[in-house]
Each structure stands twice: as C-alpha cells, then as structure tokens.
C-alpha cells in the first residue's frame, strides 16, 4: 500500500524520539530504544493500522558514535527524504528541553520554513525540570520560532510519564486526517444534541 500522507519524528540522537512514538501508539517495542543515542540508523516507516498513514522515525543527529563517512551518509539520505518525500505533511521535531534550539534543531526549524511544511517542536522530557523553568524553556522556544507564525506549534512533552501525550495526538490527527470539507460543511449545519 502506498502511503499517502505522513509526519517525520526529527531530532538530536538524545532527544528521546523512539520513546515519543512507542508512547504515542501504546506498543513499548515499536521504535528500539537505547541508552546509547544513535541506535536510528535507517529512515524507519510505521503505518497506522490499515490507514495509508504513517509515522517516519529519522536517525538521529548529534551524539551517535560512528564514522563522520556514516554520519555524512546520514545526512544525504535525511536531506533527499526531507527534499522529495510527497507524502511528507508535517515534521515533528524533538528537543530535550533542557538543551533546545542546537545547531540542529535549528537548521531544521529553518528547512520548515523555507519548505513551508508544518511544524510541532516537542521539547521532551519535561518530567526532568519543575514547572517553572519548563516555563521558562518553553516561551524560550516559542519566542524563537515566533517568525513561523501559525505553521508552528510548541509543547512540552514526557514519555515517562505521558505529559503532552493528548496535545501530540491533536496535532497528529488536524495533519493526518483532515476533514473532509463536504463532512465539515454537514458537521457545521448540524446543531449540536
């Protein structure tokens, strides 16, 4: 089955992407885990049941132990994904929210810009900061990217404990599954019981 729309998982080798999408989709064993970053090597494609949806998992970038010539490889293969993939409708990108916006994350903050492709910035594992400097980390981040207007979104997340699970699903679902303008028009004109 061809898959006809999808949303890339991006970021640091650390920031915690194979924990997001076994979190999101409730299988514990989806995308591997490690304690050693870089365990992503390939561009890993998860269908959504039977739908012809998907979530991409890209390797990561930053702390992966392996030759600068894999690495570079690495590179090539992200760029021509990110540069030609059709079915690519938005692009999640992970951050640990005590070390965002890296010279990473913010080359990819400027490849959605200038791709104008829809961006949702999960700053992960929250659950390691109090309330307040998660705050503080969070309007750090929406300010920074505030030039993007309405094609960003920001949200602290944990996959330990679930936090922000709700939201990244919202997000997901207004890409994924848009409504049908024919459904939303009936929806509209329907009062609600």
């Known amino acids: 089955m061809d898959i006809l ?12 992407k194979s924990s997001a999408l076994n ?26 049941g039977e739908l012809p949806l998907a979530l991409v998992d890209l390797p990561g970038y930053g702390f992966a132990k392996v030759p600068l010539a894999v690495k570079n490889e690495w590179q090539r293969e992200l760029d021509n994904y990110l540069q030609n993939r059709d079915a690519l409708i938005g692009l999640v990108l992970l951050m640990d929210i005590r070390h965002p916006l890296k010279e990473f994350d ?19 594992k929250a659950d390691k900061l109090k309330r307040g400097p998660a705050q503080s980390a969070l309007l750090q981040v929406r300010k920074a990217v505030s030039s993007l207007g309405n094609l960003v979104s920001v949200q602290t997340y944990s996959s330990l404990n679930g936090e922000g699970t709700d939201i990244l699903q919202k997000r997901l679902n207004s890409w994924l ?7 939303a028009a009936d929806a509209q004109e329907t009062p609600p019981a």
């Open 5 to 16: 729309r999808e949303v890339a998982f991006a970021g640091r080798s650390n920031a915690g």
């Open 23 to 48: 979190r999101l989709t409730g299988h514990k064993k989806l995308a591997r885990t490690s304690k050693t970053p870089g365990r992503t090597q390939l561009i890993n494609y998860f269908q959504i």
């Open 106 to 124: 913010n080359a990819m903050i400027q490849w959605a810009k200038r791709s104008e492709m829809p961006l949702h910035i999960l700053l992960t």
């Open 177 to 183: 599954l848009p409504v049908d303008d024919d459904a």
